[in-house]
């Protein structure tokens, strides 16, 4: 069975560099549980509040990703410029982003442990640009996202944008998640 | 083969191993704390089955550190979870909150209790686990489901990473600090500069400092997005580590032909006293560049800036002085904590030298380093700016969106904390 979507779709989300995970999800809402359902929708809430305001939501900013009485955002992609996620190891990242409905960033780079977080924890797709794409998607723009052919489609501007190719990381997110990719490897039993 | 090659080889059963390569390996000790612990451990339970036992208790650390002196409900329930687990499971290496094993902030408290031995493999749930190759071995920071799979089978996957080496040539003047020299590195390659890659350490200048000195360095090579920081063990590490372990360990070095990224040289005597401005540990300026801004708070803490060493650089400069703006003292471990209180500088205990001068004594925890519940200690709310000697300085970091961080060594803390404004060790160093 294969767990990525072959097209995923919705409306873009845009930010700049180095935004961290303590804007991510900020620190102060770590304390929540992660399954307890009436908490982890706290999750959905803070995606992406610790962003300053002026950088929430290019070119514009002011906007937030989850307004403040929503549990999920109306984003579905988050296009972001270098080094997305960097920073702090948590997982409450990737989870936070997944959690408000976000299936997949496009990010030119990002921190190692976001990546492996979001990738080992099935919780979205983190694509890598082929160049800059901050200044060329606006937020709100409609996208779309082939994932197996790797190219992403503003239907608002009609640009297309090739994407690097997803490499060995794809067999853990087709798996799902690590477990399910360590399973298969007969790694561990099932 | 580099250090971080050979470790990884090792561990993989394997002869040799090359960078890009994605091996499976296996982990000498996972550490996990309040934060990243309850979530670990409900993955672990999803995945294996609520009565599953962790593959290995004696290779289980749990060190609760984040959110520890705090009224919220939810903060305690964490550090409660992490006890009924470790009760269930028989963890002999828990340290719990309220009892005399609590120790404090995780990175220190590795090295302090033994669990950094050369040669091994160590995994934490925390991205500065970068920390404990300062020991010469390999060490890096993971998620709760990486964490999870190991809690079951001992195992991780890990892509080889690249080494970048930095030497360190000199001896290093008494106004600088390993704080300046890390700070530096980061300025030049930028907070991506080590992405995805080991940052092997080396030199004159780097066997010359202490082993709290060597983790400051490994400690923030995750804010150049290192892998790893890691440097080679030598007589002082086996010293450290013999009188805390009887564990037995392996020193691994880099062979002379090891391949690496890049090299970089630095000659410390031409070096001089910097900051990362905010909001980012790249942003460097000298301090002579930026003196005689104005501040509102001065913090001395963390797994970066608040192990002995640093508290007594600071106590240097602050005895028979007053701090002019709200300075808050963080001792990283109860045993540092103990320690403020037996160790002197020019006859004084370190505790009295900064209380006489009116700063702020904090209980050991990562307290305001990030941020934290509201009722956190030294936690910012507005628009403070702050020098401090932790390790990151991204926007909220501290608490407030609006504060902006000045990232230091404590001797540059210490120097400021007693004028109010962005001071040069230099100016005040005798
Ligand atoms: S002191 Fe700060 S950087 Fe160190 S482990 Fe605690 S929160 Fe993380």
Known sequence: ?190 | MTITEKIIARHAGRERVAPGENVWIDVDVLMTHDVCGPPTIDIFKREFGEDARVWDPDKVVLLPDHYIFTKNHHANRNVRLLREFAEAQGLPHFYDVGTPRYKGVCHVALAEEGFNRPGSVLIGTDSHTCTSGAFGLFSTGVGNTDAALILGTGKIWVKVPETMRFVFEGSLPPYLMAKDLILAVIGDIGCDGATYRAMEFDGEAVYDLSMEERMTLTNMAIEAGGKNGVIAADAKTVEYVQARTDAPFEVVFSDEAARYHSVRHYDVATMEPVVAKPHRPDNRAAVSAVAGTRLDRAYVGSCTGGKLEDFEAAARIVQGQEVVIDTFIVPATTEIAAALHTTTVGGETLYDIFERAGCKMGRSSCAACLGGPPDTFGRTHGSEVVISTTNRNFPGRMGSKQASVYLASPLTVAASACTGVITDPRAVLV
């Open chain 1, 1 to 190: 069975m294969d767990s990525m979507k072959p097209i995923i779709q919705g409306l873009a989300y845009v930010v700049g560099d180095a935004v961290d995970t303590d804007q991510i999800i900020p620190a102060e809402h770590l304390v929540y549980s992660l399954t307890v359902p009436e908490e982890r929708r706290w999750y959905g809430r803070y995606a992406l509040s610790g962003v300053p305001a002026d950088g929430q939501g290019l070119p514009s900013g002011g906007r937030p990703f989850t307004e403040p009485d929503a549990y999920e955002s109306r984003y579905r992609i988050v296009v972001a410029g270098t080094n997305f996620g960097c920073g702090s190891s948590r997982e409450h990242a990737p989870f936070a982003l997944a959690e408000a409905g976000c299936e997949a960033v496009v990010a030119e780079s990002y921190a190692r442990i976001f990546y492996r977080n979001a990738v080992d924890g099935g919780f979205l797709v983190p694509f890598e640009a082929r160049e800059r794409l901050v200044e060329r998607i606006r937020t709100g723009d409609a996208l779309a996202i082939d994932t197996a052919l790797g190219t992403l489609s503003n239907r608002t501007t009609g640009e297309d944008f090739l994407l690097h190719p997803l490499g060995d990381v794809a067999e853990i997110l087709r798996a799902g998640n690590v477990f399910e990719y360590a399973r298969r490897a007969g790694f561990i039993g099932s």
